[in-house]
C-alpha cells in the first residue's frame, strides 16, 4: 500500500495540488484501518472477537470484514476494563456487536472518564451496565460538550436527583442529542403554554423522542391540541402530544374516517381524543374488531363508546372476551347477584378479577377457569388453586 502511495505521489499533478507526504501517510493508516482485512487476518480476528469478546463465530465474522484490528493490544484494554466494571460477557458481545468502533477507543482516556461520570452522580453499577449495554453510542459523546451539560440540564427538568436515576436508561436518548438547538426550544413551547413541570418530567420519560420534534411542528400541535379543549395542565396533554408524534397526517386522517364509519361523528371524534388520546394510535384492526364486540355482543351503541374511549384500549383476547365469558357463567348460575356493568368489570384490575370472579367460584363453577384460561396460562396452578 504504501509503495502504490510513493508512486502516485510523484504523479504531477498531485505534486501541482501539494499532495504532500504526511497527507499520505494520513490516508494510508486510514485505508488500513477502513479496508477490509486479508484472509489471514480476518481469521485472526474472527478467533480474537469469539475467543475474547465472547462473540458468536457468524457474528465475529461479520464485524472482521468490517474493521482490521492491526494489534490486540487496545481492544485488550477495553475489554479489561469493561470486565472491572461488572460487564459479563453477554453484555460485552452485545456492546461490540452493536458498537465496533469501541475496539478502538482509548479506554484509560476516553471511556473510563465516562463510565466514572455516571457512578459520580448516582447511577449504580447495574444500572450502569444496562445503560451502556442498551446504548453503547453513548460512550462515543463527548463528556464535558454534552453528557455533563445534558445530565445537569435533564436534573433541572426532573426537579430530583432520584426522578432522573430512576429513569436514566430512558433518558439516555436525550443525554446524546444538542440540548440547545433540539430540546430547549421544546421545552420553552411546553412551558409558555402552561405545562406543568410534573408533565415534562413525564413526556421525557414516557416518549424522549417527542422532544426532539421539530420545534415549528412541536409548537403547531401544542396550539392545537389547546385548541380542541385539551389542558395543558393535565396529564393527558402529554399523551395527546405523543399520539401526535406517532401518527402521521394521513394516518389521523384516516383513523378519523375509521371511527366516522364506525358511526362516531367528527365531534364525538374529538371528544373522545380529549378524553382518552390513545384511541388514536390503536390499530384499525382492533378498533374494528373491539368495536364489533361491543356493537353486536354487547349490544353497546357506538356513541356509549366515544364517551368511554379507554374501553377502546382493552385486549380483546386477553381482557373483554375471558372476562365476559366469565361474568356470563356466573350469571347463569346465580352466583353474582349484584348487576354489574361491563364496564365495570373491565376497569377492575387483573389481580382483584382473578381474585374476586375466578378463584373465589372455582369450586361452585370450575367453568370459569376454563373461561378465563387465556389469562391463567403459565401461572402455578398448585399455587393458586
Same mark, same amino acid.
Given at each position: 500500500?504504501?509503495?502504490?502511495?510513493?508512486?502516485?505521489?510523484?504523479?504531477?499533478?498531485?505534486?501541482?495540488?501539494?499532495?504532500?507526504?504526511?497527507?499520505?501517510?494520513?490516508?494510508?493508516?486510514?485505508?488500513?484501518?477502513?479496508?477490509?482485512?486479508?484472509?489471514?487476518?480476518?481469521?485472526?480476528?474472527?478467533?480474537?472477537?469469539?475467543?475474547?469478546?465472547?462473540?458468536?463465530?457468524?457474528?465475529?465474522?461479520?464485524?472482521?470484514?468490517?474493521?482490521?484490528?492491526?494489534?490486540?493490544?487496545?481492544?485488550?484494554?477495553?475489554?479489561?476494563?469493561?470486565?472491572?466494571?461488572?460487564?459479563?460477557?453477554?453484555?460485552?458481545?452485545?456492546?461490540?456487536?452493536?458498537?465496533?468502533?469501541?475496539?478502538?477507543?482509548?479506554?484509560?482516556?476516553?471511556?473510563?472518564?465516562?463510565?466514572?461520570?455516571?457512578?459520580?452522580?448516582?447511577?449504580?453499577?447495574?444500572?450502569?451496565?444496562?445503560?451502556?449495554?442498551?446504548?453503547?453510542?453513548?460512550?462515543?459523546?463527548?463528556?464535558?460538550?454534552?453528557?455533563?451539560?445534558?445530565?445537569?440540564?435533564?436534573?433541572?427538568?426532573?426537579?430530583?436527583?432520584?426522578?432522573?436515576?430512576?429513569?436514566?436508561?430512558?433518558?439516555?436518548?436525550?443525554?446524546?442529542?444538542?440540548?440547545?438547538?433540539?430540546?430547549?426550544?421544546?421545552?420553552?413551547?411546553?412551558?409558555?403554554?402552561?405545562?406543568?413541570?410534573?408533565?415534562?418530567?413525564?413526556?421525557?420519560? #414516557?416518549?424522549?423522542?417527542?422532544? *426532539? %420534534?421539530?420545534?415549528? +411542528?412541536?409548537?403547531?400541535?401544542?396550539?392545537? !391540541? &389547546?385548541?380542541?379543549?385539551?389542558?395543558?395542565?393535565?396529564?393527558?396533554?402529554?399523551?395527546?402530544?405523543?399520539?401526535?408524534?406517532?401518527?402521521?397526517?394521513?394516518?389521523?386522517?384516516?383513523?378519523?374516517?375509521?371511527?366516522?364509519?364506525?358511526?362516531?361523528?367528527?365531534?364525538?371524534?374529538?371528544?373522545?381524543?380529549?378524553?382518552?388520546?390513545?384511541?388514536?394510535?390503536?390499530?384499525?384492526?382492533?378498533?374494528?374488531?373491539?368495536?364489533?364486540?361491543?356493537?353486536?355482543?354487547?349490544?353497546?351503541?357506538?356513541?356509549?363508546?366515544?364517551?368511554?374511549?379507554?374501553?377502546?384500549?382493552?385486549?380483546?383476547?386477553?381482557?373483554?372476551?375471558?372476562?365476559?365469558?366469565?361474568?356470563?357463567?356466573?350469571?347463569?348460575?346465580?352466583?353474582?347477584?349484584?348487576? #354489574?356493568?361491563?364496564?365495570?368489570? *373491565? %376497569?377492575?384490575?387483573? +389481580?382483584?378479577?382473578?381474585?374476586?370472579?375466578? !378463584? &373465589?367460584?372455582?369450586?361452585?363453577?370450575?367453568?370459569?377457569?376454563?373461561?378465563?384460561?387465556?389469562?391463567?396460562?403459565?401461572?402455578?396452578?398448585?399455587?393458586?388453586?
Amino acid at each position: 500500500m504504501l509503495n502504490v502511495l510513493r508512486v502516485i505521489a510523484r504523479i504531477p499533478w498531485i505534486a501541482v495540488e501539494r499532495f504532500s507526504l504526511c497527507r499520505l501517510r494520513f490516508l494510508h493508516d486510514f485505508a488500513d484501518q477502513a479496508l477490509p482485512p486479508s484472509s489471514s487476518s480476518s481469521d485472526l480476528n474472527v478467533s480474537y472477537l469469539v475467543k475474547s469478546w465472547g462473540l458468536s463465530q457468524s457474528v465475529a465474522l461479520s464485524l472482521a470484514n468490517r474493521i482490521n484490528l492491526k494489534s490486540a493490544e487496545n481492544a485488550d484494554s477495553v475489554l479489561a476494563l469493561l470486565r472491572a466494571h461488572g460487564f459479563a460477557t453477554n453484555h460485552i458481545a452485545s456492546i461490540i456487536t452493536k458498537s465496533p468502533r469501541i475496539l478502538f477507543s482509548d479506554a484509560e482516556g476516553n471511556i473510563k472518564p465516562k463510565l466514572d461520570f455516571f457512578l459520580g452522580v448516582g447511577v449504580s453499577s447495574d444500572g450502569l451496565v444496562k445503560l451502556i449495554t442498551a446504548m453503547p453510542s453513548i460512550l462515543r459523546c463527548s463528556l464535558e460538550m454534552r453528557l455533563r451539560p445534558n445530565f445537569d440540564m435533564l436534573k433541572t427538568i426532573c426537579g430530583s436527583d432520584k426522578e432522573l436515576l430512576g429513569n436514566t436508561s430512558r433518558f439516555v436518548w436525550l443525554l446524546q442529542r444538542n440540548f440547545e438547538k433540539e430540546i430547549c426550544p421544546n421545552l420553552k413551547t411546553l412551558r409558555d403554554h402552561g405545562v406543568p413541570p410534573s408533565s415534562i418530567v413525564r413526556l421525557s420519560i #414516557l416518549a424522549p423522542q417527542v422532544l *426532539l %420534534r421539530n420545534p415549528a +411542528k412541536f409548537s403547531k400541535s401544542v396550539v392545537y !391540541l &389547546k385548541e380542541i379543549g385539551i389542558d395543558p395542565s393535565k396529564s393527558y396533554f402529554v399523551f395527546g402530544l405523543k399520539a401526535m408524534w406517532v401518527l402521521s397526517k394521513r394516518t389521523w386522517e384516516r383513523r378519523f374516517q375509521l371511527y366516522h364509519s364506525l358511526g362516531w361523528s367528527a365531534e364525538e371524534t374529538i371528544s373522545a381524543f380529549k378524553k382518552f388520546p390513545i384511541c388514536m394510535t390503536i390499530s384499525d384492526n382492533n378498533i374494528k374488531r373491539t368495536f364489533d364486540f361491543f356493537v353486536k355482543r354487547l349490544n353497546w351503541m357506538p356513541s356509549f363508546v366515544a364517551k368511554q374511549p379507554v374501553l377502546l384500549c382493552y385486549s380483546l383476547e386477553k381482557t373483554v372476551v375471558p372476562r365476559h365469558n366469565v361474568m356470563n357463567i356466573l350469571a347463569s348460575k346465580g352466583l353474582e347477584i349484584k348487576k #354489574l356493568s361491563m364496564t365495570t368489570i *373491565l %376497569r377492575t384490575s387483573e +389481580k382483584k378479577f382473578l381474585d374476586k370472579y375466578v !378463584l &373465589k367460584y372455582k369450586d361452585q363453577a370450575p367453568e370459569v377457569l376454563e373461561a378465563y384460561k387465556n389469562k391463567i396460562v403459565g401461572l402455578n396452578e398448585n399455587t393458586l388453586f
